[in-house]
DNA sequence: GCGACAG
DNA sequence: ATCTTGTCGC
């Protein structure tokens, strides 16, 4: 990618790495390992730690992980994540002493409105499969049914781009969409499977709360390898 | 034109 | 994203 592109050459950036994209699993892929990836950020600063972990997909049990500090160079604008959360993402990735078979994103892949999420971003940037799961979705969605596994298509503009996927009876549906790599009923079986008592998969959970331990200074840095 | 708008 | 008080449930 490139070193903090302007706000308005970052759209169209996005519009040529879109073209990129792979919505295929490569031949026979059978994923081991997961990474959860997520970005904490400082209240009243432009600090933010971008914390990586990999957890065994069939144990989820976590084998690995990793943590970059940094300061925040891009701002918060819908539809252009990749080049906020990237800079610090990547790091992190590198720190890992596992690569991962897929990545697991906070946020939108396809199901963005130029079809360029943060996880098509960071996919084809890496080259590695690529999953976004949303909390909130960036348009409106039919709910789906309320037990576990129920979903409902996400279409924008009579594209299906993604789905509004239930992971748990009765709780608030997620939005999962391909990144790279990846068809959209592996990922919806792979999201089902590290979510198997919580809304959200165990991946970003554990990203999660990493970079909120190392953010409070709860965490050196160096014990997961900075 | 106006509102809505991943984290 | 983060703040914030209380409440419900395992």
């Given at each position: 990618?490139?070193?903090?592109?302007?706000?308005?050459?970052?759209?169209?950036?996005?519009?040529?790495?879109?073209?990129?994209?792979?919505?295929?699993?490569?031949?026979?892929?059978?994923?081991?390992?997961?990474?959860?990836?997520d970005?904490?950020?400082?209240?009243?600063?432009?600090?933010?730690?971008?914390?990586?972990?990999?957890?065994?997909?069939?144990?989820?049990?976590?084998?690995?992980?990793?943590?970059?500090?940094?300061?925040?160079?891009?701002?918060?604008?819908?539809?252009?994540?990749?080049?906020?959360?990237?800079p610090?993402?990547?790091?992190?990735?590198?720190?890992?002493?596992?690569?991962p078979?897929?990545l697991?994103?906070?946020?939108?892949g396809?199901?963005?409105?130029?079809?360029?999420?943060?996880?098509?971003?960071?996919?084809?940037?890496t080259?590695?499969?690529?999953?976004?799961?949303?909390?909130?979705?960036?348009?409106?969605?039919?709910?789906?049914?309320?037990?576990?596994?129920?979903?409902?298509?996400l279409?924008?503009?009579?594209?299906?781009?993604?789905?509004?996927?239930?992971?748990?009876?009765?709780?608030?549906?997620?939005?999962?969409?391909?990144?790279?790599?990846?068809?959209?009923?592996?990922?919806?079986?792979?999201?089902?499977?590290?979510?198997?008592?919580?809304?959200?998969?165990?991946?970003?959970?554990?990203?999660?709360?990493?970079?909120?331990?190392?953010l409070?200074?709860?965490?050196?840095?160096?014990?997961?390898?900075?």
């Amino acid at each position: 990618m490139d070193h903090t592109p302007a706000v308005d050459e970052a759209v169209q950036l996005q519009l040529e790495l879109a073209h990129l994209v792979e919505p295929n699993a490569p031949e026979g892929f059978a994923p081991k390992i997961a990474a959860g990836l997520d970005v904490a950020y400082e209240p009243g600063s432009d600090r933010l730690v971008a914390a990586a972990v990999c957890v065994d997909i069939a144990t989820l049990a976590i084998v690995d992980s990793a943590v970059h500090e940094a300061v925040a160079d891009f701002p918060y604008v819908p539809g252009l994540f990749g080049f906020r959360e990237l800079p610090a993402l990547l790091p992190a990735l590198d720190k890992l002493s596992t690569t991962p078979d897929i990545l697991v994103c906070d946020g939108q892949g396809l199901a963005h409105p130029r079809r360029f999420g943060l996880a098509c971003h960071i996919g084809v940037v890496t080259g590695l499969p690529s999953i976004g799961v949303g909390k909130q979705a960036l348009g409106r969605y039919e709910p789906p049914g309320p037990t576990r596994g129920d979903w409902k298509p996400l279409v924008d503009n009579g594209e299906i781009v993604g789905r509004a996927l239930r992971t748990q009876d009765d709780v608030k549906p997620v939005f999962v969409s391909i990144g790279h790599r990846i068809d959209l009923d592996t990922a919806t079986g792979l999201v089902l499977k590290l979510s198997p008592r919580y809304r959200l998969p165990e991946t970003t959970r554990a990203a999660d709360h990493l970079g909120r331990e190392v953010l409070a200074g709860r965490v050196g840095v160096q014990d997961v390898r900075d």
